[in-house]
């Protein structure tokens, strides 16, 4: 199943399902069926996402799906948004850091978030911010020390990610991670929600920062030091998960982006997510 968050006219944002022509409506799956499903991304993870969703918009798809829409962030509310630095050793070598024994993390507020196709906006604090595409585990169910072999039965599903960091307030001090990862806008995500039954082998996903139409880095999660089901089992361990988390894995690589630039995160399978730097 792949979930979404599109605007109608009046700027009115509701959870829709995927399919092959569009999206269909879950408010139009609650009418047809008679169904009482919540009609926001964010409110379906905390009942439990069910396939039968899917099922029903595929059957009102063929009569009732829409091609004219906007996405918008999948929510704009969460508990958690942790995200993963250096998890990729090319990108430690980017940085000059010596890569971590163990994930090395950041939290970052959901004033951050904006979705597919908003601005984003550079901090008049900093003169170097960079973009990072990333693929982000979204938590399912609530979990409090899952083991490794547990950890995707606790998963939602999985979308793209943009990160942003500006990178000149971190380099001045480590411990500015915080200031330099939370500005407005400095986190994107979206457009889509893809269940795990779409995704068999998310190993072999690879990941792409992509600048003004031109592939800057990318790499494979097989090439991650510590893989999302490690993660996951993880920050279980230290606090407990609960749907809507967001844990954003890590990136290939991470581009300086200046006013006017388009950046993009690519991965074979998603719809890409694509944002203007204002």
């Known amino acids: 199943m792949r979930l979404c968050t599109i605007a109608d006219k009046n700027g009115h944002e509701s959870a829709a399902v995927v399919v092959s022509d569009g999206v269909v409506m ?13 009609t926001d991304v964010f409110s379906l993870l905390q009942r439990g996402l069910d396939l039968v969703l899917n099922e029903q918009a595929h059957a009102l798809s063929v009569n009732q799906s829409r ?23 090319d990108h430690a070598k980017d940085l000059n850091a010596p890569h971590p024994t163990e994930p090395a993390s950041f939290m970052k507020g959901d004033n951050t978030i904006i979705g597919f196709g908003d601005p984003i906006s550079l901090p008049s604090q900093s003169k170097r911010v960079t973009a990072e595409a990333e693929l982000a585990v979204v938590i399912g169910k609530t979990c409090k020390g899952v ?15 943009i990160d942003m960091t500006a990178e000149d307030i971190l380099k ?99 719809k890409s997510l694509i944002n203007t730097v204002a």
């Open 26 to 38: 879950v408010d139009d799956i609650n009418q047809h069926f008679s169904a009482n499903w919540p």
């Open 67 to 89: 091609q004219n829409f906007s996405f918008k962030p999948l929510y704009r509310h969460c508990r958690k948004i942790i995200g993963i630095g250096l998890n990729y050793l």
């Open 147 to 161: 083991s490794e072999n547990e950890a995707m039965s606790c998963v939602a599903g999985f979308c793209l990610v």
């Open 172 to 270: 001045r001090n480590p411990r500015f991670l915080t200031k330099a990862k939370n500005f407005d806008t400095f986190f994107s995500f979206g457009p889509e929600l893809i269940t795990p039954d779409e995704l068999p082998d998310i190993l072999s996903l690879r990941v792409g920062t992509w600048k003004n139409g031109e592939l800057y880095r990318e790499n494979t999660i097989s090439n991650m030091a510590f893989q999302p089901a490690y993660l996951v089992s993880h920050f279980s361990d230290i606090s407990t998960l609960y749907p809507g988390d967001i844990i954003s894995t890590g990136t290939p690589g991470a581009i300086p982006i200046s006013s006017g630039d388009e950046v993009e995160c690519r991965v074979a399978g998603f």
